[in-house]
């Protein structure tokens, strides 16, 4: 195979949808030779916000101290690639294909799904190259995850909210033990969950795998100093020593807690404090990208992938608090049809913002007339256009260089706006 016939292999493998279980996935692990065995020391992350700055923050403190450390997350942004990567180092294309052409036959016989295959793969090249460190985000849930074949050392549970209903539960409790079955005899569990019907069953599970659970707020804490676009300065305290004086390349105080589990992982595992100040710093050598990133100034343009409400409303407050040094405030709203939009719409309206409402480049997408119409009802001002690039474009034209324009609500829409940048 090439690369582009792996992704026409792998793509169209999304047909399959979404199918809890593990059956499949060990299917092609089996005959890749059980890579999943051969990870170094696995960090297992969960959550319905917050994973993907978790993932690389520990990823950037691991290869700061020396370690190969593999980071596995997704969705991608522009390329496949960039959700397996090692040192911050993509897989290269050649190894997709190869990898495709073994588990083709096998990942058709058992009707394996997109992310399944796409797991199978980023563990055999994880496996094959030696690494010391695998830092790896669940895709939806944690129970029937895909990803849910690895013995983990660390398991991180960042937050729990209302989201994937559908598939994993109507209530914080039953979302939380979905998340939680991730847990393994013997690990050791981070989590940043505050809710206590929420927090109850990852006690519960902790403490049937007897596996010690350390509770952000009560064995770790921070305090924020300065929370700008593109800089958040804080000290961390753990049961064990203070962290002042860490910087991060991050958008919103909302991410202290996601540091702080980061740090506690990294502490807990014998990562020295100068790696983890290090690494913390140079935190987007791993990819990180579009979580309230700063894409233009004059005027500022943010580029974020909140989806759901608690992650737009962490967006908000992060943005309420910068909020005064610009003008005016427009957003690009995209959203997809699982989505609350409503409920998204109202956290952005906070910001005293224009909406210019688009389609996200997805089979899912809400018709942006819909969104728009959405926006009405809700009392915002609102003009829908085709696509995000459209929309930006539009608002590039009209802003002022001391407005602040907010691209929001889809990692597709993320995807197709970095794209077009590059």
């Keep these: 195979m090439t690369y582009q016939q ?22 092609l692990l089996d005959y890749l030779g059980s890579p999943h065995k051969h990870l170094g020391m696995v960090v297992h992350i969960a959550g319905t916000n917050g994973k993907g700055s978790i993932a690389a923050a520990l990823a950037s403190i691991f290869q700061a101290a020396g370690k190969k450390c593999a980071l596995y997350t997704s969705p991608h942004l522009v390329d496949f690639t960039e959700r397996i990567r090692i040192n911050g180092c993509q897989i290269p294309r050649e190894s997709v294909a190869r990898y495709c052409s073994l588990i083709k036959d096998t990942a058709i016989d058992n009707h394996a799904t997109f992310f399944e295959a796409t797991t199978a793969i980023a563990f055999a090249w994880f496996a094959q190259e030696g690494v010391d460190v695998s830092i790896i985000e669940t895709g ?10 690895v013995d983990s050392d660390y398991v991180v549970i960042s937050t729990i909210g209302l989201d994937h209903t559908d598939w994993l539960g109507g209530t914080l409790a039953l979302i939380a033990a979905e998340k939680a079955a991730i847990i393994k005899k013997g690990c050791r569990v981070f989590t940043a969950v505050s809710q206590p019907e929420a927090l109850l069953p990852i006690r519960k599970k902790a403490e049937g795998c007897d596996a010690p659970l350390f509770v952000y707020g009560k064995d770790s804490v921070s305090t924020v100093f300065s929370a700008q676009p593109g800089m958040l300065e ?17 958008t919103g105080s909302f991410h202290a807690a996601n540091v702080s589990l980061a740090v506690m992982v990294a502490e807990d595992a014998g990562i020295a404090a100068e790696h983890i100040y290090s690494g913390l710093e140079r935190l987007l050598q791993t990819g990180y990208r579009a979580r309230l990133e700063r894409i233009g100034i004059h005027p500022t343009i943010l580029l974020d992938v909140s989806h759901n409400q608690d992650g737009m409303r962490e967006t908000v407050n992060a943005i309420c608090s910068f909020r005064h040094e610009y003008r005016k405030m427009y957003v690009v709203l995209g959203l997809a049809s699982d989505k609350d939009a409503r409920a998204v719409i109202r ?25 728009s119409s959405l926006c009405q009802k809700e009392g915002g001002e609102a003009t829908a256009l ?12 009209k802003a002022g260089v001391d407005d602040l324009i907010l691209v929001t609500g889809s990692f597709y829409l993320a995807g197709d706006i970095i794209a077009s940048e590059t």
Excluded: Q, W
Aim: charged share 25%; aromatic share 6%; glycine share 8%.
């Design 140 to 149: 939806m849930g944690g129970r029937l995850d895909a990803t849910n074949v």
């Design 234 to 250: 804080l000290e961390v305290t753990s049961s064990s020593r203070k962290y002042p004086g860490l910087k991060v390349p991050l």
């Design 6 to 27: 792996a992704l026409d292999f792998l793509y169209p493998l999304h047909r399959f949808g979404i199918k809890p279980g593990l059956d499949r996935v060990f299917a």
């Design 386 to 397: 085709s696509t995000g690039r459209e929309g930006l474009a539009h608002l590039r034209a």
């Design 347 to 371: 956290e952005l309206l906070r910001l005293d913002c224009s909406f210019v409402l688009v389609n996200i480049p997805s089979e899912r997408s809400v018709s942006a007339e819909t969104l």
